[in-house]
């Protein structure tokens, strides 16, 4: 069995760890020569609009996936033309456009915060009028790990604002004051068989995730596997996705999903029974998912733009330790680290070790 993914970072990477035990071999297509993924398996090297690539990528693997949504519509119905895709194409049109993902969320019944798309200076004064100081001014595409992105607290910050969007198309959406952010890593198999991880509580800063920690038995669990339910039966969705939340005197607004495997889910390597990596090639290969209970308390350190010792990290009691083999820059994730405890209080103090080590190395 041969899975072909769009992509070779680090995602793409632990995707193909994954798969190792399973016997399941990788190709690969990502434009950088040495993009960390492709030492595990082969690498198609060129642009992912390439069609001549791409019909490659599809005759060679047995099913296609990728490691990030950006992936351009004439792509996904290339491939879904010649071979089976996951997960499906409409997930990634829905996801890579802050507009149409913020329709889509509200037409399931799934709240976000108020948005208005916004085409014209004139749009963008009466938006934020209308919406409230403070609002954030976001790009409808290309949007992640907060770029993109511009904090309007008064009238004073739209001109500045609208220049930096120079012409992009964009939208503005309210300020949530939230009490904590969450995620649910969710399921589905080529089958319909669905599956939920256990929440994920989420750092972030800068608009990039720092810090997950597994909730077991939260009390906004049942809400986020609603809301995740809705939305993977709406697109007839194969995969892992990450549905991400506030949470806002005891309700849940949605910030937007993944369609992939997520950073806020790489605890479950060491912290569930099965691994989202694992049960993501499960899903797309219909094979039966696997438990996704969690295994003790456990919390995922990212390392951005630089990383500490490995010395450092490992002797840390039940620290592990996840290198990606990508040259350290600035605002890059490079590397993260697991910990996993008895108890949330016996965690505590490892996790903020962990936490120090990253803020003294952080280059972000
Ligand atoms: P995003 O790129 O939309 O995932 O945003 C990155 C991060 O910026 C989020 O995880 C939040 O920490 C913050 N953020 C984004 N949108 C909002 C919002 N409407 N209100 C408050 N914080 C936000």
Redesign the pocket.
């Known amino acids: 069995m041969k899975v072909g993914v769009l992509g070779g970072g680090q995602l793409a990477r632990m995707i193909a760890l994954a798969g190792y035990p399973f016997g399941i071999r990788f190709i690969f297509l990502d434009p950088s020569v040495g993009a960390c993924a492709t030492t595990l398996g082969s690498h198609l090297h060129g642009d992912y609009q390439d069609e001549n690539l791409l019909a490659e990528l599809a005759k060679r693997a047995d099913v296609v996936t990728y490691e990030f949504e950006n992936v351009p519509a004439k792509v996904a119905n290339f491939l879904e033309s010649h071979t089976s895709v996951y997960p499906p194409s409409k997930a990634l049109a829905v996801a890579q456009d802050r507009l149409v993902e913020k329709n889509f969320l509200n037409d399931l019944g799934i709240p976000t ?1 108020p948005y208005q798309d916004i085409i014209s200076f004139d749009d963008l004064q009466k938006a934020s009028e209308k919406i409230g100081y403070p609002a ?1 001014l ?1 790009t409808r595409t290309q ?4 770029k993109g ?1 511009s904090v309007l607290k008064s009238a004073a910050d739209l001109k500045f604002a609208w220049e930096k969007l120079d012409g992009l198309a964009a939208i503005v ?4 004051t ?1 009490s904590r ?1 969450i995620s649910i890593v969710a399921v589905r198999s080529v089958s319909g068989e669905l599956a939920f991880y256990p929440l994920s509580e989420n750092v ?1 800063k800068d ?1 990039i995730l720092r810090v997950s920690e597994s909730r077991d038995n939260d009390p906004m669990q049942a809400k986020a596997e609603d809301y995740a339910t809705r939305l993977m039966t709406a697109l007839n969705y194969v995969g892992v996705l990450a549905l ?1 939340l506030f949470e806002v005197d005891g309700e849940l607004v949605a ?2 999903f993944a369609p992939r495997v997520h950073n806020s889910g790489h605890w479950t390597i060491e912290g569930a029974e099965t691994s989202q990596f694992e049960n993501h090639l499960r899903a797309i290969l219909d094979l039966p998912l696997g438990s996704t209970a969690a295994v003790g308390h456990v919390a995922m350190v990212n390392f951005i733009g630089g990383k500490p010792e490995n010395e450092k990290v490992l002797e840390i009691p039940n620290a592990h330790l996840h290198l990606y083999g990508k040259a350290p820059r600035k605002g890059r994730k490079i590397a993260h680290a697991t910990i996993r405890a008895k108890s949330i209080e016996e965690l505590e103090p490892l996790k903020n070790r962990l936490i120090k080590l990253a803020d003294d190395t952080d280059d972000s």
């Not at 949007?143 to 907060?146: H, K, R």
């Open positions: 915060a954030i976001k949007g992640y790990d907060g992105q959406e309210g300020f949530v939230f952010e972030h608009g991400e910030n937007e």
